[in-house]
């Protein structure tokens, strides 16, 4: 019996309950959420659907005690992002927040691995490793997961190519001063950057600007229609399955840097990198071999989320 529970009914979270329904990601659903009406509410509108789905997945609403033997708690609870609003100005809101729901989950007896998709992700990952006192490998954020298969996507459309068979990942924060290493880009198996040189058809400054699209795309859309759901829904979806099916996928979820990059990295510090991540959750980074431009921007990007979070007051 896989289970998971989902602490959070919002557009996020519930587009990620919406998608392991239709994927038939686990056995049994608990849906938690300080509105508990909600959160019934909720369950009974999935529950309507079964009928129509390839699952016998039980859903219920429930409170933190359910937690106990669940083998993922996905955490989607939070503050939303306002348009205009930076995902580092929305940290001391969800603070507040984790202190009350990390601890009570800890409590229940749940020992199975947290997933994070609260922005601003990395450093509330970080929090929930804090609060939690559980090992690095054992919590994870969403990191720049849904960024990277934004960056795949663009470069599909871009180079005619099936996104499936682009390999490459954006990396750093979940924010603004994420990036994408291009020297490890490929196309199947050939270097991104040596089909420029081979094709005057494509140029890195469209690839730069790619990158600049992918960068601000959710802020795009939180313009449009306010908030930003079924693609994180999904992304999350992605991981735990990962988890649940003990899959050894690399994913570019936000994890603890610890002895990775060398000293060029805060060993503390939780950030968007390719990891391998299954039923133990993330247990190895993957070092990438970057140019020195690339390593500094990692670098950066390192820094910025460790000083911010080391400003905190728990």
């Not at 996104?163 to 990942?169: S, T, V, W």
């Not at 690839?207 to 939180?222: G, K, M, T």
Request: with cysteine.
């Amino acid at each position: 019996m896989k289970k998971v529970a989902l602490i959070g009914t919002g557009m996020v979270g519930m587009s990620f309950a919406y998608a392991a329904l239709n994927q038939n990601l686990c056995d049994e659903l608990v849906l938690c959420d300080i509105n508990e009406k909600r959160a019934r509410g909720e369950a009974m509108d999935l529950n309507h659907g079964l009928a129509f789905s390839k699952t016998s997945m039980k859903i219920y609403a429930g409170n933190y005690p359910d937690c106990a033997d669940a083998d993922i708690v996905v955490i989607c609870a939070g503050v939303g992002q306002k348009p205009g609003e930076t995902r580092l100005q929305l940290l001391q809101k969800n603070l507040e927040v984790f202190k009350t729901i990390v601890k009570p989950i800890v409590q229940s007896g749940f020992d199975g691995i947290f997933v994070v998709a609260t922005n601003p992700v990395d450093i509330m990952a970080r929090i929930t490793r804090k609060l939690s006192g559980f090992p690095n490998n054992k919590v994870i954020g969403t990191g720049t997961t849904l960024d990277s298969a934004r960056l795949r996507y663009l470069l599909g459309e871009y180079f005619t190519i099936d996104p499936r068979n682009i390999h490459g990942y954006v990396i750093g924060e979940h924010g603004d001063s994420e990036f994408v290493p291009w020297s490890q880009v490929t196309l199947g198996t050939k270097p991104v950057l040596d089909e420029l040189k081979d094709n005057d058809k494509y140029s890195m400054q469209d690839l730069e600007n790619i990158e600049e699209s992918v960068r601000h795309a959710a802020y795009e859309i939180i313009e449009a229609k306010g908030a930003t759901y079924y693609g994180i829904g999904m992304a999350i979806c992605r991981v735990a399955r990962a988890i649940l099916q003990d899959e050894n996928s690399i994913l570019t979820v936000s994890a603890r840097l610890e002895n990775t990059y060398g000293k060029l990295i805060p060993p503390k510090a939780y950030v968007g990198n390719p990891c391998i991540i299954n039923k133990d959750g993330a247990v190895r980074m993957i070092d990438l071999s970057m140019d020195i431009r690339e390593m500094k921007k990692l670098s950066e990007s390192c820094e910025l989320l460790d000083k911010t979070f080391n400003e905190l007051e728990f």
